[in-house]
Every structure is written in structure tokens, then in C-alpha cells.
């Protein structure tokens, strides 16, 4: 029993070392969705930045609209279900009413 587990030890610590020795390179470019060719993006409307820290305080001031517009799309997306419920049991009275 001693001697299988010394075995077991060596070959894994054999298979170890091998494998420091395989050499793999990730891809420079990953497509995804089948196109090779990437989406061009508009940059007609990004600031002329002269610094690294001006084009940081642009990107911060970016990043807080977008943080801007979905808090005030979730507040849309709020009044939307509000007004989906008072519709649907406006209807159900009205359906009620109806039916008397």
C-alpha cells in the first residue's frame, strides 16, 4: 500500500513538471457572435483630452450621466409597472361593473 502511494506521488509529481514546459499563447483577438470584423465606434463626440488625468476626469464625469440615466430609467421602469397595476385593476372594476 505504501509503495502504490509513493508511485501515485511520483507520477503526478512527473506530469507536474511536464507541464511547466507546454507553452500556450492566448489569441490576440477574440470574435465573438461569428464576425471578424469588429463594430466601428463613433468617436466624432469624445473630448479632446491634453492629459492622462483630464481624459480620467472626462471618463469619471461619463460613467456618472450613464450612472444618471439608469437610475432615472429604473425610476421609468417604477412609474411604468405603477401604471400597469392601476390599468389592470381599473379594468378588473371595469369588468366587474359591467357584468352586473
Same mark, same amino acid.
Given at each position: 500500500?505504501h ?7 511520483l ?16 489569441p490576440e483577438k ?6 471578424s470584423?469588429p ?5 466624432s463626440r469624445?473630448?479632446p483630452?491634453?492629459?492622462h488625468?483630464?481624459?480620467r +476626469?472626462e471618463?469619471e #464625469?461619463?460613467? &456618472?450621466?450613464i450612472r444618471?440615466l %439608469?437610475d432615472e430609467?429604473a425610476?421609468?421602469d +417604477?412609474?411604468?409597472? #405603477?401604471?400597469? &397595476?392601476?390599468?389592470?385593476?381599473? %379594468?378588473g372594476r ?7
Amino acid at each position: 500500500m505504501h509503495a502504490r502511494t509513493v508511485c501515485l506521488l511520483l507520477v503526478v509529481g512527473l506530469l507536474g513538471a511536464t507541464v511547466g514546459c507546454v507553452s500556450v499563447t492566448a489569441p490576440e483577438k477574440v470574435t465573438i457572435g461569428g464576425s471578424s470584423r469588429p463594430e466601428q465606434v463613433d468617436s466624432s463626440r469624445v473630448p479632446p483630452t491634453s492629459s492622462h488625468e483630464e481624459a480620467r +476626469r472626462e471618463l469619471e #464625469k461619463a460613467y &456618472r450621466f450613464i450612472r444618471h440615466l %439608469e437610475d432615472e430609467n429604473a425610476h421609468h421602469d +417604477r412609474k411604468a409597472a #405603477k401604471y400597469k &397595476r392601476e390599468r389592470d385593476e381599473c %379594468e378588473g372594476r371595469l369588468e366587474r361593473y359591467e357584468g352586473d
